[in-house]
């Protein structure tokens, strides 16, 4: 079982050690800022590469070969500047919680893969907004590698095509105006439900309808915690507030003996 390794000076910090302590189903919801230990960029924050381009919306990738094509261009630019990029210390202190049955899984918003690579199994896994390290037919929804959808789309000039159907094929990920995936939304409601205690991690807590978990764990009567470095949209109605960077937070609280 996670043991609370410290006692931390910052009163909030204890308020949340206690609570850890306490809590029967821990329920972790985490946004971009986990993995800016990891070297990804958040996608709020002054100087982000998310931000540089106006994003494609889901309608227009459909639309638009030539929308496709910059679609792929700018992902794998993007893959290239964070190739290699392993899980952070909250990546792993969440990690802990899930293997030492303090929380039933975890739910991300997050896309890069890096909850799976800190251990997380697949199945105490909810991605919300999909996930980019692979790709989806939008015709017949065959998963293809992005090894061989790079190969093809660098060698024909082409935005690629399901090898079994012809269909675009999009990266796994929700774009916006994308709908969500039902499986994970009615996964992520039951944990959300079940929780006594929700961690929300390096989130601003602005995109809907993911932002929503935390006021239904709220209103399930769960305690709310929010862990970010800067105020968040939902801090109002959080029972703790910590300001702070995730993995020297989150470190200490869940580490084991
Ligand atoms: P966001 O950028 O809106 O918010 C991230 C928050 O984390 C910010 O408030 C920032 O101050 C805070 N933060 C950053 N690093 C921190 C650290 N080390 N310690 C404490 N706080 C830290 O991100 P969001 O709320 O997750 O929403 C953005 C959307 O973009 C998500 O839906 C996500 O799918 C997508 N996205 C994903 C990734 C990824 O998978 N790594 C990266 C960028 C964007």
């Known amino acids: 079982m996670a043991q609370i390794s410290t006692k931390p000076a910052d009163p909030a910090a204890r308020r949340l050690a206690g609570l ?6 821990i329920v972790p919801f985490t946004g ?14 002054p100087g982000s590469p998310w931000l540089t381009n106006k994003p494609i919306d889901f309608a227009l990738f459909v639309a638009s070969e030539a929308a496709r094509r910059e679609a792929w261009r700018r992902k794998f630019a993007i893959d290239d500047l964070h190739r290699g990029a392993r899980p952070g210390p909250g990546h792993a202190a969440l990690a802990r919680l899930v293997h030492e049955g303090r929380s039933p899984g975890i739910i991300t918003q997050n896309i890069d893969g890096l909850h799976q690579a800190s251990g997380v199994p697949e199945d105490r896994l909810v991605e919300l907004h999909g996930n980019g390290t692979y790709a989806v037919c939008l015709g017949c929804g065959l998963r293809h590698e992005l090894e061989a959808v790079r190969a093809d789309f660098e060698s024909s000039g082409r935005a690629p095509r399901c090898t079994s159907c012809g269909e675009p094929v999009k990266s796994g990920t929700i774009s ?39 006021r239904l764990a709220k209103q399930g009567g769960a305690r709310l915690v929010i862990v970010n470095r800067e105020a968040t949209a939902l801090d109002d109605i959080a029972d703790v507030v910590i300001r702070g960077e995730i993995g020297a937070v989150l470190g200490p609280l869940c580490a084991t003996h």
């Open 20 to 25: 850890l302590a306490d809590a029967g189903r």
């Open 176 to 214: 916006f105006g994308q709908a969500m995936p039902g499986r994970a939304m009615a996964q992520a409601g039951e944990w959300t439900r079940q929780a006594d205690l929700f961690l929300a991690v390096g989130s601003s807590l602005q995109v809907l309808p993911a932002a929503g978990f935390p």
């Open 32 to 45: 971009a800022g986990i993995s800016t230990e990891s070297g990804i960029p958040d996608f709020r924050s």
